[in-house]
Protein backbone atom coordinates (compact mmCIF):
# COMPACT_ATOMS: atom_id res chain seq x y z
CA UNK A 1 0.00 0.00 0.00
CA UNK A 2 2.53 2.41 1.06
CA UNK A 3 4.71 1.61 -2.68
CA UNK A 4 1.51 2.08 -4.16
CA UNK A 5 0.98 5.90 -2.50
CA UNK A 6 4.47 6.74 -3.37
CA UNK A 7 3.91 5.93 -7.23
CA UNK A 8 0.88 7.80 -7.21
CA UNK A 9 2.46 11.07 -5.51
CA UNK A 10 5.51 10.67 -8.57
CA UNK A 11 2.95 9.97 -10.80
CA UNK A 12 1.37 13.32 -10.00
CA UNK A 13 4.37 15.20 -9.29
CA UNK A 14 4.89 14.29 -13.23
CA UNK A 15 1.36 15.39 -14.32
CA UNK A 16 1.67 18.41 -12.25
CA UNK A 17 5.45 19.31 -14.06
CA UNK A 18 3.61 18.82 -17.64
CA UNK A 19 0.60 21.05 -17.15
CA UNK A 20 2.79 23.66 -15.41
CA UNK A 21 5.38 23.19 -18.64
CA UNK A 22 2.47 24.82 -20.61
CA UNK A 23 3.30 28.12 -19.25
CA UNK A 24 5.64 30.38 -21.55
CA UNK A 25 6.13 33.18 -23.24
CA UNK A 26 5.14 34.29 -26.79
CA UNK A 27 7.26 33.11 -29.56
CA UNK A 28 8.14 36.74 -30.36
CA UNK A 29 8.46 37.48 -26.95
CA UNK A 30 11.09 34.62 -26.82
CA UNK A 31 12.70 35.99 -29.94
CA UNK A 32 13.38 39.27 -28.14
CA UNK A 33 14.58 37.24 -25.01
CA UNK A 34 17.10 35.93 -27.23
CA UNK A 35 18.10 38.64 -28.73
CA UNK A 36 18.51 40.50 -25.66
CA UNK A 37 20.82 37.49 -24.63
CA UNK A 38 23.07 37.95 -27.65
CA UNK A 39 23.29 41.72 -26.48
CA UNK A 40 24.76 40.73 -23.24
CA UNK A 41 27.05 38.85 -24.81
CA UNK A 42 28.25 41.60 -26.86
CA UNK A 43 28.30 44.34 -24.89
CA UNK A 44 31.14 42.19 -22.64
CA UNK A 45 33.52 43.77 -25.72
CA UNK A 46 33.10 47.22 -23.91
CA UNK A 47 36.40 48.31 -21.97
CA UNK A 48 34.18 51.09 -20.51
CA UNK A 49 31.23 50.58 -18.83
CA UNK A 50 29.96 53.50 -19.44
CA UNK A 51 29.83 52.36 -23.38
CA UNK A 52 28.03 49.17 -22.22
CA UNK A 53 25.41 51.23 -20.61
CA UNK A 54 25.23 53.77 -23.51
CA UNK A 55 24.81 50.34 -26.04
CA UNK A 56 22.49 49.25 -23.38
CA UNK A 57 20.07 52.30 -24.13
CA UNK A 58 20.46 52.18 -27.43
CA UNK A 59 19.18 49.04 -27.63
CA UNK A 60 16.53 49.42 -25.54
CA UNK A 61 15.01 52.42 -27.05
CA UNK A 62 15.57 51.03 -30.50
CA UNK A 63 13.73 47.65 -29.92
CA UNK A 64 10.34 48.45 -28.16
CA UNK A 65 8.17 46.09 -26.51
CA UNK A 66 5.11 47.59 -26.00
CA UNK A 67 2.88 44.79 -28.05
CA UNK A 68 4.24 41.89 -25.73
CA UNK A 69 1.37 40.66 -22.28
CA UNK A 70 2.48 42.36 -18.85
CA UNK A 71 3.80 39.50 -17.90
CA UNK A 72 6.00 39.49 -21.43
CA UNK A 73 7.36 43.07 -20.45
CA UNK A 74 7.81 42.29 -16.82
CA UNK A 75 10.53 39.72 -17.84
CA UNK A 76 12.04 42.03 -20.50
CA UNK A 77 12.27 45.26 -17.92
CA UNK A 78 13.80 42.70 -15.47
CA UNK A 79 16.28 42.31 -17.65
CA UNK A 80 17.26 45.64 -18.95
CA UNK A 81 17.23 46.52 -15.04
CA UNK A 82 19.73 43.78 -14.20
CA UNK A 83 21.72 44.28 -17.61
CA UNK A 84 22.00 48.11 -15.73
CA UNK A 85 22.84 46.67 -12.59
CA UNK A 86 25.56 44.97 -13.62
CA UNK A 87 27.23 47.81 -15.69
CA UNK A 88 26.89 50.38 -12.83
CA UNK A 89 26.51 49.11 -9.31
CA UNK A 90 30.22 50.24 -8.57
CA UNK A 91 29.44 54.10 -9.50
CA UNK A 92 29.78 55.93 -6.76
CA UNK A 93 26.15 57.47 -5.70
CA UNK A 94 24.23 54.92 -7.77
CA UNK A 95 23.73 52.98 -4.33
CA UNK A 96 20.27 54.45 -3.47
CA UNK A 97 18.65 54.66 -6.53
CA UNK A 98 19.67 50.98 -7.81
CA UNK A 99 18.18 49.47 -4.79
CA UNK A 100 14.65 51.32 -5.34
CA UNK A 101 14.42 50.26 -8.97
CA UNK A 102 15.70 46.55 -7.52
CA UNK A 103 12.74 46.49 -5.16
CA UNK A 104 10.06 48.63 -7.08
CA UNK A 105 10.62 45.84 -9.86
CA UNK A 106 10.62 42.92 -7.50
CA UNK A 107 7.51 44.38 -6.63
CA UNK A 108 6.20 44.32 -9.52
CA UNK A 109 6.80 41.19 -10.44
CA UNK A 110 5.91 39.87 -7.12
CA UNK A 111 2.64 41.16 -7.70
CA UNK A 112 2.10 39.65 -10.76
CA UNK A 113 3.20 36.45 -9.44
CA UNK A 114 1.02 36.25 -6.75
CA UNK A 115 -2.19 37.22 -8.76
CA UNK A 116 -1.33 34.69 -11.34
CA UNK A 117 -0.23 31.88 -9.54
CA UNK A 118 -1.26 29.08 -12.17
CA UNK A 119 0.03 31.59 -15.21
CA UNK A 120 3.39 32.52 -14.56
CA UNK A 121 6.21 31.65 -16.89
CA UNK A 122 9.99 30.22 -16.14
CA UNK A 123 11.28 33.57 -17.30
CA UNK A 124 9.42 35.77 -14.55
CA UNK A 125 10.46 33.47 -11.69
CA UNK A 126 13.95 33.50 -12.92
CA UNK A 127 14.24 37.03 -13.31
CA UNK A 128 12.47 38.27 -10.26
CA UNK A 129 15.16 35.77 -8.40
CA UNK A 130 18.02 37.84 -10.19
CA UNK A 131 16.17 40.42 -9.10
CA UNK A 132 16.42 39.89 -5.31
CA UNK A 133 19.94 38.18 -5.67
CA UNK A 134 20.91 42.04 -6.75
CA UNK A 135 19.07 43.51 -4.14
CA UNK A 136 21.15 41.67 -1.23
CA UNK A 137 24.18 42.55 -2.83
CA UNK A 138 24.05 45.74 -0.89
CA UNK A 139 23.24 44.14 2.70
CA UNK A 140 24.64 40.52 2.02
CA UNK A 141 23.80 39.20 5.48
CA UNK A 142 20.29 40.70 6.57
CA UNK A 143 19.73 39.89 2.98
CA UNK A 144 20.44 36.35 2.35
CA UNK A 145 18.37 36.02 5.83
CA UNK A 146 15.30 37.91 4.17
CA UNK A 147 15.61 36.91 0.24
CA UNK A 148 18.61 33.70 0.09
CA UNK A 149 15.51 31.17 0.49
CA UNK A 150 12.96 33.15 -2.04
CA UNK A 151 15.84 33.30 -4.66
CA UNK A 152 16.68 29.00 -4.64
CA UNK A 153 12.71 28.54 -4.60
CA UNK A 154 12.48 30.91 -7.61
CA UNK A 155 14.89 29.30 -9.43
CA UNK A 156 13.06 25.69 -8.48
CA UNK A 157 10.24 27.01 -9.72
CA UNK A 158 11.45 28.14 -13.08
CA UNK A 159 13.04 24.94 -13.39
CA UNK A 160 9.96 23.03 -13.09
CA UNK A 161 8.40 24.89 -15.43
CA UNK A 162 11.42 24.14 -17.99
CA UNK A 163 14.40 22.59 -16.62
CA UNK A 164 16.00 23.16 -19.75
CA UNK A 165 16.55 27.08 -19.00
CA UNK A 166 20.32 27.28 -19.18
CA UNK A 167 20.45 30.67 -18.17
CA UNK A 168 18.91 29.59 -15.11
CA UNK A 169 21.13 26.83 -14.54
CA UNK A 170 23.62 29.16 -14.49
CA UNK A 171 22.62 30.78 -11.73
CA UNK A 172 20.91 28.37 -9.87
CA UNK A 173 24.60 26.78 -10.17
CA UNK A 174 25.88 30.04 -8.67
CA UNK A 175 23.17 30.06 -5.79
CA UNK A 176 24.12 26.08 -4.86
CA UNK A 177 28.24 27.33 -4.67
CA UNK A 178 27.62 30.58 -2.35
CA UNK A 179 24.87 29.28 -0.44
CA UNK A 180 26.01 27.55 3.04
CA UNK A 181 26.38 23.89 3.27
CA UNK A 182 23.46 23.95 5.90
CA UNK A 183 21.10 26.06 3.81
CA UNK A 184 21.28 23.90 0.96
CA UNK A 185 24.43 24.72 -0.97
CA UNK A 186 26.86 21.95 -2.59
CA UNK A 187 29.33 22.61 -4.89
CA UNK A 188 28.13 19.15 -6.20
CA UNK A 189 24.91 20.65 -7.13
CA UNK A 190 26.60 23.59 -8.57
CA UNK A 191 28.98 21.17 -10.59
CA UNK A 192 26.28 19.49 -11.62
CA UNK A 193 24.04 23.05 -12.51
CA UNK A 194 26.53 24.02 -14.61
CA UNK A 195 27.32 20.96 -16.70
CA UNK A 196 23.26 21.08 -17.58
CA UNK A 197 23.72 24.88 -18.46
CA UNK A 198 26.37 24.18 -20.89
CA UNK A 199 24.21 20.81 -22.08
CA UNK A 200 21.10 22.54 -22.85
CA UNK A 201 22.29 25.78 -24.07
CA UNK A 202 20.50 26.94 -26.66
CA UNK A 203 21.91 29.58 -28.30
CA UNK A 204 25.59 31.05 -28.62
CA UNK A 205 25.00 33.90 -25.81
CA UNK A 206 23.73 30.95 -23.39
CA UNK A 207 26.75 28.73 -24.62
CA UNK A 208 29.12 31.55 -23.91
CA UNK A 209 27.86 31.82 -20.44
CA UNK A 210 27.32 28.54 -19.75
CA UNK A 211 30.80 27.68 -20.62
CA UNK A 212 32.18 30.86 -18.82
CA UNK A 213 30.77 29.42 -15.02
CA UNK A 214 31.85 25.92 -16.03
CA UNK A 215 35.03 26.52 -16.81
CA UNK A 216 35.66 28.65 -13.17
CA UNK A 217 33.90 25.70 -11.47
CA UNK A 218 37.06 23.38 -12.65
CA UNK A 219 39.56 25.96 -11.79
CA UNK A 220 38.00 25.65 -8.12
CA UNK A 221 38.42 22.02 -8.53
CA UNK A 222 41.78 22.72 -9.66
CA UNK A 223 41.33 21.28 -12.94
CA UNK A 224 43.21 23.88 -14.58
CA UNK A 225 43.40 22.32 -17.61
CA UNK A 226 40.18 21.35 -18.43
CA UNK A 227 38.99 24.92 -16.89
CA UNK A 228 41.61 26.98 -19.67
CA UNK A 229 40.01 24.69 -22.22
CA UNK A 230 36.20 25.74 -21.65
CA UNK A 231 37.16 29.24 -21.13
CA UNK A 232 38.78 28.93 -24.60
CA UNK A 233 35.52 27.67 -26.07
CA UNK A 234 33.62 30.66 -24.42
CA UNK A 235 36.15 32.77 -25.72
CA UNK A 236 35.41 31.52 -29.84
CA UNK A 237 31.63 33.04 -29.42
CA UNK A 238 32.72 36.15 -28.38
CA UNK A 239 36.94 36.68 -29.23
CA UNK A 240 36.86 40.45 -28.44
CA UNK A 241 35.03 39.61 -24.91
CA UNK A 242 36.76 41.71 -22.57
CA UNK A 243 34.90 39.82 -19.67
CA UNK A 244 36.93 36.89 -20.36
CA UNK A 245 39.99 38.80 -20.09
CA UNK A 246 39.27 39.45 -16.81
CA UNK A 247 38.60 35.65 -16.00
CA UNK A 248 42.01 35.42 -17.74
CA UNK A 249 43.83 37.35 -15.57
CA UNK A 250 41.81 35.91 -12.57
CA UNK A 251 43.55 32.82 -13.46
CA UNK A 252 46.59 33.74 -13.94
CA UNK A 253 46.92 34.96 -10.69
CA UNK A 254 45.45 31.94 -9.21
CA UNK A 255 41.97 32.51 -8.45
CA UNK A 256 39.00 31.49 -9.77
CA UNK A 257 35.80 34.08 -10.49
CA UNK A 258 34.31 32.49 -7.51
CA UNK A 259 37.77 33.04 -5.19
CA UNK A 260 38.47 36.18 -6.97
CA UNK A 261 34.67 37.88 -6.40
CA UNK A 262 35.17 36.63 -2.65
CA UNK A 263 38.09 38.57 -2.27
CA UNK A 264 36.80 41.62 -3.74
CA UNK A 265 34.09 41.92 -1.17
CA UNK A 266 36.62 41.20 1.58
CA UNK A 267 38.94 43.84 0.36
CA UNK A 268 35.61 46.69 0.05
CA UNK A 269 34.63 45.72 3.36
CA UNK A 270 31.09 44.46 2.14
CA UNK A 271 31.25 40.68 3.80
CA UNK A 272 33.36 39.95 7.09
Request: with cysteine; aromatic share 14%; proline share 2%.
Amino acid sequence: MKIQKKLFVVLLSFIMAGAWSQTSISANAQKYVDSFMNLRMELTINKEKKDAVAQLNKYKSSNPYTSFTNQEKLVIESFYLLEKYNYTWEEKGTEEALKKELISQADKNEKFIKANKNNVCDWLYVVTADIYSCYMSYSPMSGALKYGMTVKNYYLECLKINPKNSYCLTHMGQWYYWAPGINGGSEKKALQSFKDAVTYARNNAEKFYAQIFLSQMYYEKKDKVTAKSMLNIAKNYCPKSEYIKELEGYNAQGYSLFTASKKKAEDEKRVD
